[in-house]
């Protein structure tokens, strides 16, 4: 079975700009969870959707946002980027909520903010 | 603040030996899992061990829980150049609702 897609792979934007990231579950998969990795905070959640309802949110300002669509496929949206967004975005979806029976990733978004 | 902490932060072997990884957590757990990232690259699942569990094996891989000690370890027999990664422990506990990072090792193994 096909597994988690992220578009695109590599962004590259300016300071003050807006990007948008997509994320394409694994099918039948309701859970699908957003993390952002650099390498001085490590991972860190950013929210969780689970079929189309926000289900938690990590420690970000309002300028990052998330959204589920009914298939399941999420889009996670950086407004007024800042030179600290750069970081790999990584997307991943379970059956279960939180990814308690385990995550599946994709392969990330790598976001450099200049 | 990170749940789990990783020990050791970096991890040199050769081929054929074997390596382990600790994982201290602060709070109590549903299940821990391990996860294993290549460099630049999305994160793997590699095992799932539940708070009732003391032990679990998958193939090369051992996991051990201790809950009195808030911890876990991740034994990697007979090591070869392919396991090169990031190890990453992840904790799933009962009062935050998300899974939660630990701080990873960077393991290193050269033929």
């Known amino acids: 079975k096909a597994g988690v897609t992220q578009t695109p792979r590599y962004l590259i934007k300016t300071r003050g700009q807006q990007v948008t990231l997509s994320c394409s579950p694994i099918s039948g998969h309701r859970s699908v969870s957003w993390y952002q990795q650099t390498p001085g905070q490590g991972l860190q959640f950013l929210f969780e959707?689970?079929?189309?309802?926000?289900?938690n949110k990590g420690n970000f300002p309002g300028r990052f946002s998330g959204r589920q669509f009914s298939n399941s496929r999420s889009e996670m949206n950086v407004s007024t980027l800042e030179l600290g967004d750069s970081a790999l975005y990584l997307c991943a979806s379970s059956l279960e909520s939180a990814g308690r029976d385990g995550y599946t990733f994709g392969s990330g978004t790598r976001l450099t903010v200049v | 603040s990170q749940q789990g902490e990783e020990d050791p932060q970096a991890l040199s072997i050769q081929e054929g030996e074997n390596a382990t990884m600790n994982c201290s957590y602060k709070?109590?757990?549903?299940?821990l899992q391990w996860y294993r990232q290549n460099s630049g690259r999305g994160l793997v699942h590699l095992i799932l061990?539940?708070?009732?569990?003391r032990e679990k094996h998958s193939g090369r891989l051992r996991v051990t829980l201790d809950t009195s000690k808030k911890s876990s370890s991740l034994l990697i027999t007979a090591s070869r150049a392919a396991d090169t990664a990031s190890y990453f422990c992840?904790?799933?506990?009962?009062?935050?609702?998300?899974?939660?990072f630990g701080t990873g090792t960077r393991l290193q193994v050269f033929p």
């Open positions: 709070t109590s757990i549903n299940n």
């Open positions: 959707y689970f079929s189309e309802t926000q289900r």
């Open positions: 061990i539940r708070s009732n569990e």
């Open positions: 992840a904790t799933d506990t009962y009062n935050t609702d998300k899974l939660i």
